[in-house]
């Protein structure tokens, strides 16, 4: 470093050299570092990034965690999607499959239910975005077991379906009683007088008038739950267990031809015509339930059905082997 200085002496008409002092020279240096070192000092406060700049690798975490964020988002909304499609599923299910084969419908309290162990998600907590996980998770959980139940319940309905040709045999479509010009419904399934208490009641069944004695037959294939007197005025009672929710009632009997527990086909004379009980007249008092309601009979059986044929689909009392 050359730091001589050369002045213009005017009297002599000449430059001179004038050597500045070491120390001079030392204590120029130092002031260039103190000033250098204020710049470097107020950049760094200025820039407190400077210390703090992430290092490579916390980089490439950042850049994976945003990554790892918008992939749960993005389950997040699948599992939505997913939410709607079963719910589509289930609905389906609870109004047109189960129905069609007369399967109850799946609560909603069922099939809605969660995990209900409050522990399950405790491990989320430490996490940053605790609660959209523990939302996420959780809906996945209940997917998981609604898909879960759904399934099953498609496995119950294709047992059904594939006893359905059987169903038919149990559903009480025969009329109870050959027809002919001697048989007449006198009362309909529904609301009407009392014939003896003259006041408005529900008719629980459909009465089918006739001479005493007449031949009744079971309306469907199933197995005779009950042979009775019935005190309540139904006098001799036959009921009729069928399955798929159906059963049958047949009251006022002259006389039961089955007993409890007899397996029954759909056409078997289970009894004859009588009065027996609270009845004005001789008389079949016959009801349907489905689901352990009276339903009305007339909507499952064809009375119209011709003598001739109607005999060739029965068998009397006497030819049936218990
Ligand atoms: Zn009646």
């Known amino acids: 470093m050359n730091s001589?200085?050369?002045?213009?002496?005017?009297?002599?008409?000449?430059?001179?050299?004038?050597?500045?002092?070491?120390?001079?020279?030392?204590?120029?240096?130092?002031?260039?570092?103190?000033?250098?070192?204020?710049?470097?000092?107020?950049?760094?406060?200025?820039?407190?990034?400077?210390?703090?700049?992430?290092?490579?690798?916390?980089?490439?975490?950042?850049?994976?965690?945003?990554?790892?964020?918008?992939?749960?988002?993005?389950?997040?909304?699948?599992?939505?999607?997913?939410?709607?499609?079963?719910?589509?599923?289930?609905?389906?299910?609870?109004?047109?499959?189960?129905?069609?084969?007369?399967?109850?419908?799946?609560?909603?309290?069922?099939?809605?239910?969660?995990?209900?162990?409050?522990?399950?998600?405790?491990?989320?907590?430490?996490?940053?975005?605790?609660?959209?996980?523990?939302?996420?998770?959780?809906?996945?959980?209940?997917?998981?077991?609604?898909?879960?139940?759904?399934?099953?319940?498609?496995?119950?309905?294709?047992?059904?379906?594939?006893?359905?040709?059987?169903?038919?045999?149990?559903?009480?479509?025969?009329?109870?009683?050959?027809?002919?010009?001697?048989?007449?419904?006198?009362?309909?399934?529904?609301?009407?007088l009392h014939p003896i208490f003259q006041s408005v009641f529900f008719h629980s069944g459909t009465d089918i008038a006739g001479p005493r004695g007449t031949p009744i037959y079971a309306t469907a294939d199933g197995v005779v739950a009950d042979v009775k007197y019935s005190d309540g005025g139904y006098g001799n009672e036959v009921d009729i267990e069928h399955g798929f929710g159906y059963s049958t009632r047949y009251a006022h009997l002259l006389g039961a031809n089955v007993v409890r527990g007899q397996k029954v086909h759909r056409g078997d004379q289970i009894a004859t015509m009588g009065s027996s009980g609270r009845a004005t007249g001789v008389h079949l008092h016959y009801e349907v339930f489905y689901k352990d309601a009276q339903v009305n009979p007339a909507n499952y059986y064809d009375k119209n059905v011709d003598p001739k044929t109607y005999m060739s689909l029965v068998t009397p009392a006497d030819k049936i082997h218990r």
């Open 4 to 192: 001589d200085k050369y002045i213009f002496n005017s009297e002599k008409q000449r430059y001179e050299v004038h050597r500045t002092s070491l120390g001079r020279r030392v204590g120029d240096v130092g002031v260039y570092i103190l000033i250098g070192a204020a710049v470097f000092l107020i950049y760094t406060l200025l820039n407190g990034r400077l210390f703090a700049a992430p290092s490579p690798r916390q980089m490439v975490l950042e850049r994976q965690n945003d990554r790892l964020i918008s992939k749960i988002e993005y389950l997040s909304q699948r599992t939505g999607r997913q939410a709607d499609r079963l719910g589509e599923l289930e609905m389906r299910d609870n109004r047109v499959y189960r129905p069609i084969f007369g399967m109850d419908e799946i609560p909603s309290s069922v099939r809605n239910a969660g995990y209900s162990d409050p522990g399950r998600y405790a491990a989320l907590a430490k996490f940053g975005n605790a609660d959209f996980l523990t939302q996420t998770l959780r809906r996945q959980d209940i997917i998981e077991k609604k898909a879960y139940l759904q399934s099953r319940s498609y496995d119950d309905v294709e047992k059904v379906a594939a006893n359905v040709e059987d169903m038919a045999k149990y559903i009480p479509t025969l009329f109870p009683v050959c027809p002919g010009p001697a048989i007449n419904i006198t009362s309909p399934f529904g609301y009407r």
